[in-house]
């Protein structure tokens, strides 16, 4: 059974900068989408980008996250750059089968226990 592991949440001001890893332990493949969601308080949890046979970014971060993995490592990491205090949630790894990318909550399988994110302003 595939388990994830989010590290590198934190407090940061307006405009920085953070890095998120997900690492993943168990039966992996890299046929296996990747996805991050994140979920702010009071609100559900939303697509924020994924990697499988490609990426994709939900419109609120596109050029700003990055995704990428390291198949070696089993590690899927978002770069986040020009943070807005919006960005503030805790942010969740997720994986799926296939390399199809998908932006809802059920077409994943699994997920990590979340790492939370502050951008104060």
């Known amino acids: 059974q595939v388990q994830l592991v989010e590290s590198g949440g934190g407090l940061v001001q307006a405009g920085g900068s953070l890095t998120l890893s997900c690492a993943a332990s168990?039966?992996?493949?890299?046929?296996?989408?990747m996805g991050w969601f994140r979920q702010a308080p009071g609100k559900e949890r939303d697509f924020v980008a994924a990697?499988?046979?490609?990426?994709y970014y939900a419109d609120s971060v596109k050029g700003r996250f990055t995704i990428s993995r390291d198949n070696a490592k089993n590690t899927v990491y978002l770069q986040m750059s020009s943070l807005k205090p919006e960005d503030t949630a805790i942010y969740y790894c997720?994986?799926?089968?296939?390399?199809?990318?998908?932006?809802?909550?059920?077409?994943?399988?699994?997920w990590g226990q979340g790492t939370q994110v502050t951008v104060s302003s």
């Open positions: 997720a994986l799926r089968r296939g390399q199809r990318i998908r932006t809802t909550t059920n077409e994943y399988d699994t």
């Open positions: 168990g039966r992996t493949s890299s046929w296996y989408t």
């Open positions: 990697i499988g046979g490609s990426t």
